[in-house]
T-cell receptor, first 114, second 112 residues
Framework: NAGVTQTPKFQVLKTGQSMTLQCAQD?????MSWYRQDPGMGLRLIHY???????DQGEVPNGYNVSRSTTEDFPLRLLSAAPSQTSVYFC?????????????FGPGTRLTVL | GQQVMQIPQYQHVQEGEDFTTYCNSS?????IQWYKQRPGGHPVFLIQ?????EVKKQKRLTFQFGEAKKNSSLHITATQTTDVGTYFC????????????FGRGTQLTVWP
């Protein structure tokens, strides 16, 4: 049981480049989320999904796209990278059933945009 | 705007001193969760409180959920160097469990 996996661990992009951050979970969790973490800003929600085929915007969605074609995978696409997107990105998943709805986080992707 | 406020942003204590972080929501939460993130790591779930006025303890950590289900606190007694990290509160609003609202966290530094 690998939990939540994220690839790559580190990435350097040039302004204007596009890329996809991968996230996968093997716990059959319905809910998945993407966060970015910047110093002093905590965890800010980018997009989230409550099941395959269903996604919604979070607090800071601009410049990012997501899709959820399977329960296991929830990739995050940067359309045209900007220096303001330099951050640490965390993917998280959680079980749908109450009351135990804790989120399990992946190890993160550290992205630098030059 | 920020849905869940958390203070203080930073706290520096000497080993053995107590530590408290406070979380306040602008709206009623259906639950409150606490996470710990060690330096360079990812957030890890600590505990969840669901009931109004609930208090839970984990060894030296005491968690409270306010009567109005809008505020919460985490208190650590006699801090140790292993307590270093950032503590986040987070909560769900209403019956929507897919989205979790996080506070900005309190970064705890413990001097030996």
């Amino acid at each position: 049981n690998a939990g939540v996996t994220q690839t790559p661990k580190f990435q350097v992009l040039k302004t204007g480049q596009s890329m996809t951050l991968q996230c996968a979970q093997d716990m059959n969790h319905e809910y998945m989320s993407w966060y970015r973490q910047d110093p002093g800003m905590g965890l800010r929600l980018i997009h989230y999904s409550v099941g395959a085929g269903i996604t919604d915007q979070g607090e800071v969605p601009n410049g990012y796209n997501v899709s959820r074609s399977t329960t296991e995978d929830f990739p995050l696409r940067l359309l045209s990278a900007a220096p303001s997107q330099t951050s640490v990105y965390f993917c998280a998943s959680s079980y749908k059933g109450a009351p135990r709805v804790e989120q399990f986080f992946g190890p993160g992707t550290r992205l630098t945009v030059l | 705007g920020q849905q869940v406020m958390q203070i203080p942003q930073y706290q520096h204590v000497q080993e053995g001193e107590d530590f408290t972080t406070y979380c306040n929501s602008s709206t009623t939460l259906s639950n409150i969760q606490w996470y710990k993130q060690r330096p360079g790591g990812h957030p890890v779930f600590l505990i969840q409180l669901v009931k109004s006025g609930e208090v839970k303890k984990q060894k030296r950590l005491t968690f409270q959920f306010g009567e109005a289900k809008k505020n919460s606190s985490l208190h650590i007694t006699a801090t140790q160097t292993t307590d270093v990290g950032t503590y986040f509160c987070a909560g769900h609003r209403g019956s929507t469990l897919g989205r979790l609202y996080f506070g900005r966290g309190t970064q705890l530094t413990v001097w030996p």
